[in-house]
C-alpha cells in the first residue's frame, strides 16, 4: 500500500477491516447455525469437520493425527480432545499404524460412517441454504479467493 495515495490507503484499509470482519461473523454463525442444523444428531460443528475429512475416500484406510491436524489446521492438543469424544461415542477407530508402529492413526468406525450418511441431507440443505444466490461460477471464485486467503495468511 506504499504506492497508493493517502485516500486510498484509508480506503483499503477501511475495506480489509469490513473483510476480515465479515469472516469473523461468518465464522461465528457457521458455528451457531451449524451446531443447529446438527442438534438432533448431537454432534458439534467441529466434530462435524474431523467425521468429514475422515469420510473422504482418502482417509478410507485413516489418517494419522499430525496429518489430520495439518488438513484441518487446528492443534494437536485442540484435535485430541475432539478425537477422545468421538472415540468414546464410538464413531471413530483409533489403532496403530502399519506402517509405523509409533504412529496411531484414525478412521471413521462403522458407527461414524452410519452417522455420516444420516448427515448428508442436513448438511446438503445447510449448505444450500447457506450459498442461496451464489451460481456455480460464483461458487468456484468464493473457492478460489478463500484458497488465496488462507495460504497468504498461513505464510504470514
Do not use: C
Amino acid at each position: 500500500m506504499k504506492d497508493l495515495p493517502a485516500d486510498q490507503d484509508a480506503a483499503s484499509i477501511e475495506i480489509a477491516n469490513r473483510l476480515f470482519f465479515r469472516f469473523f461473523q461468518a465464522a461465528n454463525t457457521l458455528h451457531t447455525k451449524g451446531t443447529q442444523a446438527l442438534d438432533e444428531f448431537g454432534i458439534t460443528t467441529q466434530q462435524w469437520s474431523v467425521l468429514g475429512a475422515l469420510s473422504r475416500e482418502q482417509a478410507s484406510t485413516g489418517m494419522g493425527i499430525g496429518e489430520l491436524s495439518r488438513f484441518l489446521l487446528v492443534s494437536r492438543q485442540n484435535l485430541t480432545g475432539l478425537l477422545t469424544r468421538l472415540e468414546r461415542d464410538g464413531l471413530i477407530e483409533r489403532a496403530t499404524s502399519e506402517e509405523d508402529r509409533r504412529s496411531r492413526m484414525v478412521k471413521l468406525s462403522p458407527k461414524g460412517r452410519e452417522l455420516w450418511v444420516a448427515l448428508a441431507d442436513p448438511i446438503h440443505a445447510f449448505y444450500d441454504g447457506a450459498l442461496k444466490g451464489f451460481s456455480f461460477d460464483d461458487r468456484l471464485q468464493f473457492i478460489h479467493y478463500v484458497s488465496l486467503l488462507q495460504r497468504n495468511m498461513a505464510q504470514l
